[in-house]
């Protein structure tokens, strides 16, 4: 029977309205609430200290790509496991588009089975809404809720029939999942392989727009309130869409939105070299876009941070901009970019409402017990240390991929040790 | 030899300044001349291995460049696409190591994605030249007709050039539009709302979608092709109200000026953007653009292929 002991740190826990200096205890694998109930004599006692650390929730990214099955050449459960630890982070929620895709309850099983044999953090899986990601029959929702999936989604596609999405979430509602959306409508988007605006005029890169994200946010919002159930809109990237998030939430409609580091780290400007690092769905926007997002951010529209770490190996990369995937990896790169950016930089939010937008907001949405430091719950933490510098270096990732745009980016703020179910997974 | 040109690869106009661009066109003013001599073959570069590699189809651009190199004296392989192994799926990045590994010193490249030069050009010793990437940049297409502009009215800074037609997948419009800019001119683009969105006015450039307003003051009109190829069906309603709303008929190039040249980058579709008479007419200058291509392309070649790295 193990006991930790974390001393000295400060102790945020958005669930629980805390922010203090305190110690924190844990034995057999659960938060306790003070030194007397480590009940075992015996019981070896590691000491952590954390003077000038933040004593953190384990933190969730509820938007990884992590391959398997199908793809392990990409990145595989293990090796994604491992990144997240060295994110910081102790759950993540892995999309459906795998090969076969998650749209059955023997890859969930699959899946889960995987993870627990190999994987370092908790691995959630997310299921398909509709049979082989096409949009156009219902995945068999509620046998996946039975296997396990925390949430329901698309991602990577968008079910384009409003008649077939409306189906899937009024049926969501009952079987009591989460449904998540890219929202991108195919007709708009077309071959657009960047923001369409001025880059995409100039470097004659076929563009998307904007109106293409908020197309399907205004249906969502529609959905939202026709069926009476959470839509959660994956990756917001574009103005209009915060605003039409802002509007509804302020009305009360079950809806919200997701912000990855890249949409407000870069703008489209990076694209002028073709370097298929910057490639990503959604694409790079305007800084009008990067500044409407920091707002929604800051006023509470958007209220989740994730990565969408959606790792390719080199070969995929090194090709012609419209032939590389989409997609950059993440988990190890976001705490960092969002302290740095959103903490210290722009000066939008403070580190525990950062932490918040990591632990209870995700864990609320998918109604999982994680994210939060209460008595009972699992000793899942993590500690932050807020004004620590470093440079990315990509060549040190533990992700099977490389496949991002900020190596030698340097960061102020990122985690540095992660504990899962009381046990320190990685550290730096 | 000491040109003052500093590239081994023409990746696009966007990047080059009003200065490298007139050692272009001052260069092939010199192999223009060669053109008209006895013997028309100089020796710049004897040994020299270049590779036309043309994954999208054409005629004229890559005629022009094999012919440039022969005139320089360079061995030249052609490779189209699919001749090629990208067909057997290997990559670009691939195949053009595959060529680099039998020493070929300058790579022609005409690709239908935007990037693809620049994508070679950082991963290759050899010399890249830009023979037309996807919708982005066709610089020596660019540079070809500056020089035919600048040949028959004697500059460049001060004119009125209107570019007509299907801008937006233009890479023909593209590159002319920076050079023309960096060398002084005015530059208007003319077509449909669809395929000349306002975007394009924070390149510095005019955007009308009536020609009839703008054929009276031009001193140049460039009219490009409608590309069906890149289209999908609803940029515009039709061929016929096309014609009937932007083409250059026999009656509408009544209000050019009498000077103003008439350009065409080709392939023409007679009777589209260009009544099959107004093309052959005493205006147009679409045949010196071609014997001027081999000019300019020489020009590139001999100073791309100059650069030791």
């Known amino acids: 029977m193990s006991a930790t002991i974390i001393r000295n740190g400060r102790v945020i826990d958005p669930a629980n309205k805390r922010d203090e200096i305190a110690d924190l205890y844990i034995a057999d694998g659960k938060i306790v609430g003070s030194k007397s109930e480590i009940r075992n004599p015996k019981s070896e006692i590691e000491e952590i200290d954390a003077k000038g650390l933040i004593v953190a929730p384990g933190l969730i990214d509820m ?33 459906p588009n795998t090969s076969p895709a998650a749209d059955n309850p023997s890859t969930i099983a699959w899946i889960k089975d995987r993870a627990a044999t190999v994987a370092c953090v908790n691995v959630l899986p997310a299921g398909a809404i509709s049979k082989n990601l096409a949009g156009e029959e219902l995945a068999p929702i509620g046998s996946l809720m039975q296997a396990g999936v ?58 998307w727009p904007a109106a293409g994200e908020e197309a399907m946010v205004m249906r969502n919002i529609l959905l939202a309130e026709l069926c009476d159930h959470h839509i959660h809109c994956q990756h917001v990237t574009t103005a209009g869409g915060v605003r039409l998030l802002h509007e509804a939430r302020s009305r009360g409609v079950k809806i919200s939105g997701e912000v990855c580091p890249h949409h407000i780290a870069l703008t489209d400007e990076a694209i002028q070299n073709f370097d298929t690092d910057y490639k990503m769905n959604p694409p790079l926007r305007s800084q009008a876009d990067v ?110 991929s490389r496949n991002s745009p900020f190596n030698g980016w340097k960061l102020r703020g990122r985690a540095v040790r992660t504990i899962v179910g009381g046990k320190t997974v990685w550290k730096l | 030899m000491s040109t003052g040109w500093t590239r081994k690869d023409l990746l696009g106009v966007r990047e080059l300044s009003a200065d490298e661009i007139n050692l272009v066109l001052e260069t092939a003013d010199a192999f223009k001349q060669l053109g008209t001599r006895e013997i028309k073959k100089v020796p710049a570069l004897r040994g020299k291995t270049l590779v036309n590699f043309f994954v999208e189809p054409s005629t004229r651009t890559r005629t022009s460049f094999e012919l440039a190199a022969f005139r320089l004296s360079a061995d030249v392989i052609n490779i189209s696409a699919t001749t090629s192994s990208l067909t057997k799926g290997e990559t670009l990045k691939d195949t ?60 460049i800074a001060g004119l009125h050039v209107a570019i007509i037609g299907d801008i937006l997948f233009s890479r023909v419009a593209r590159s002319n539009i920076f050079g ?43 009219l490009l092709r409608i590309q069906h190829e890149r289209q999908r069906r609803e940029y515009f309603p039709g061929i016929r109200e096309y014609i009937r709303l932007f083409g250059l008929t026999k009656e509408r190039a009544k209000r050019l000026k009498p000077d103003c040249l008439i350009m065409h980058p080709g392939p023409i579709n007679r009777g589209v953007e260009i009544d ?23 020009a590139v070649l001999y100073l791309c292929g100059g650069i030791v790295t």
């Open chain 1, 63 to 95: 938007h990884v790509h992590l391959r398997e099955p199908g793809f392990a050449h990409k990145e595989t459960i293990e090796s994604g496991a491992r990144a997240a630890a060295a994110g910081g982070f102790t759950t993540v929620v892995c999309m």
């Open chain 2, 180 to 222: 023309l800019l960096k060398l002084g001119a005015h530059v208007t683009l003319v077509g449909p709302s669809t395929l000349v969105p306002r975007e394009f006015e924070k390149l510095g450039v005019e955007v009308s979608y009536q020609i009839d307003d703008v054929l009276p003051k031009a001193d140049v009109v460039n």
């Open chain 1, 150 to 207: 925390v949430a329901i989604t698309d991602d990577g596609h968008c079910v384009q029939n409003h008649e077939v999405m409306r189906r899937a979430v009024e049926y969501a509602r009952m079987v009591g999942v989460p449904v998540l959306d890219h929202c991108q409508d195919y007709n708009l988007v077309g071959n657009g392989v960047v923001h369409e605006g001025y880059w995409s005029i100039l470097l004659g890169l076929p563009g």
């Open chain 1, 291 to 400: 500044d409407a997002l920091l707002e929604g951010i800051a006023d509470g529209t958007l209220s989740i941070l994730c990565s969408d770490h959606a790792p390719h190996a080199d070969f995929e990369k090194e090709v012609e901009f419209d032939a590389a995937p989409f997609g950059v990896v993440g988990l190890e790169t976001e705490v960092g970019l969002f302290i740095d950016l959103l903490v210290h930089k722009h000066r939008k939010i403070d580190i525990a409402r950062l932490i918040g937008m990591y632990t209870v907001e995700p864990a609320r949405l998918l109604k999982i017990n994680a994210g939060t430091l209460s008595v009972g719950a699992c000793a899942d933490v993590t500690l932050v240390d807020p004004e620590l510098e470093w440079t990315v270096k990509v060549d040190q990732f533990q992700s099977a």
């Open chain 2, 276 to 298: 099959s008479e107004v093309a052959d007419g005493l205006q147009s200058v679409i045949l010196d653009q071609v014997t001027n291509g081999l000019a300019v392309r020489m």
């Open chain 2, 96 to 155: 053009a190591r595959n060529l680099e590994a039998l020493h070929a010193d300058i790579l022609v490249l005409r690709h239908s994605s935007a990037g693809a030069p620049q994508f070679l050009a950082s991963r290759l010793k050899a010399s890249v030249i830009n023979a037309g990437d996807g919708a982005h940049e066709h610089p020596t297409q660019a540079l070809l007709d500056l020089y035919t502009i600048r040949e028959r009215r004697g500059k």
